[in-house]
């Protein structure tokens, strides 16, 4: 196996985790939608957020490839779960690599599930097409005024701090938006209701709105005019862990239909010794294989310092889209209880349609990789 010792014991680490704490408790959080509080906390106490936060700033310090490894082992566990550690990770990346010391000193609390965070980006009018957004920054004195809203925020129902992006310069284009820490408790800051999703039921989601916010002068992380190229500096990375949650989506997937198909039977036979079913089993395997190996090639690719851009959304693309094929097969080996709520594979299922929509759709990374291709060339 290429993983180094480090890299194998946190991904067992990470693995005992979801076997014996996160996938006991994945069904009837899906059922009730709870933000699982507990569950965070053990995580933190594990030492599984902010895994690529350096050890100078409370982090244990690993690479991207560590960090995918960690985020398909706790997605097998289930993908609500993976999906905190995700956000996490970002947010901590932003400020390790934009943030003043006071503000990478909040890095500890968001560690320890402390400080629950928020990436407040999309809007109505800005989805995919960030250039659309409408929330604004304006200057005031040494500080700031913030007006606007945010929809379908990760974290939003219960975040203590936003990262929110917004226009401080509207003449300016993508040149003219600015990334600002703002404390969701303050006047002014009101949360839409929590928004009730198909899949991925345990991770909040919801809306917030900002009127006449008041912002102190640190609250602008890195440059003004500088938002939009620190937000694109993540996406890489971004793109990495949604689909190393993808592929653990589809893993646990295989691991249900390859139990369920040996002990079932129908015609006096156990399924898995028909061909149907084999062929099913071997597609799911050989593609979850593909796209582990995608996602490790486009981790490596960042920690070696390469232009991971098309590497990031070919495995993104592919994984989010083998990740809904694949664990609708799972669906099929289980017949009809595959369609019955309870059963694992049916809410696997359903967590992994929004892996081919968050974190860029998969027509926008094959956009991205057909550019790549046109700038660099077929073999870049």
């Not at 059922?31 to 957020?49: C, T």
């Not at 989601?205 to 440059?223: H, K, P, T």
């Not at 486009?298 to 994984?319: E, Y």
């Amino acid at each position: 196996m290429y993983l180094n010792e480090m890299q194998a014991q946190v991904r067992d680490t990470a693995q005992a985790f979801a076997d014996e704490v996160i996938r006991p408790a994945a069904e009837a959080l899906d059922r009730e939608e709870r933000f699982p509080s507990e569950i965070y906390d053990e995580m933190a106490k594990v030492g599984l957020f902010g895994v690529g936060v350096p050890e100078s700033l409370g982090g244990p310090g690993f690479d991207t490839l560590t960090y995918a490894v960690v985020m398909e082992e706790l997605s097998r566990g289930y993908a609500s779960i993976a999906d905190q550690c995700g956000l996490v990770e970002l947010i901590s990346t932003l400020l390790v690599r934009h943030g003043t010391e006071r503000q990478t000193g909040m890095l500890p609390e968001i560690l320890a599930m402390k400080r629950k965070v928020a990436y407040c980006i999309t809007e109505p009018e800005a989805g995919t097409d960030v250039s659309g957004i409408r929330t604004t920054a304006e200057k005031d004195g040494d500080g700031w005024v913030l007006n606007g809203g945010k929809i379908w925020i990760h974290n939003a129902p219960v975040a203590d701090t936003g990262f929110v992006l917004a226009r401080t310069d509207k003449a300016a284009g993508n040149r003219g938006m600015s990334i600002f820490i703002v404390d969701l408790h303050a006047q002014g800051v009101e949360r839409g209701p929590k928004e009730h999703k198909m899949g991925q039921r345990a991770s909040q989601v919801g809306g917030l709105s900002f009127s006449d916010v008041r912002l102190g002068a640190d609250a602008l992380l890195g440059e003004a005019g500088r938002g939009f190229h620190m937000m694109m500096s993540v996406l890489d990375k971004g793109r990495v862990g949604i689909a190393a949650l993808a592929t653990g989506i589809a893993q646990a997937g295989l691991e249900a239909a390859v139990e369920y198909a040996g002990v079932r039977k129908q015609f006096d036979k156990k399924i898995a010794e028909f061909q149907g079913v084999q062929w099913l089993l071997a597609d799911m395997a050989k593609d979850i294989e593909a796209a582990r190996l995608l996602v490790h090639s486009a981790a490596v690719k960042i920690d070696q310092g390469l232009d991971a851009t098309k590497a990031c959304s070919m495995a993104k693309c592919f994984a989010g889209d083998m990740a809904v094929a694949r664990t609708s097969d799972a669906v099929q080996v289980f017949g009809g209880s595959g369609y019955i709520r309870g059963f694992e594979v049916e809410r696997l299922y359903r967590d992994a349609k929004i892996t081919q929509i968050y974190e860029g759709t998969n027509q926008i990374q094959r956009m991205i990789i057909a550019r790549e291709l046109m700038k660099k060339g077929a073999r870049a």
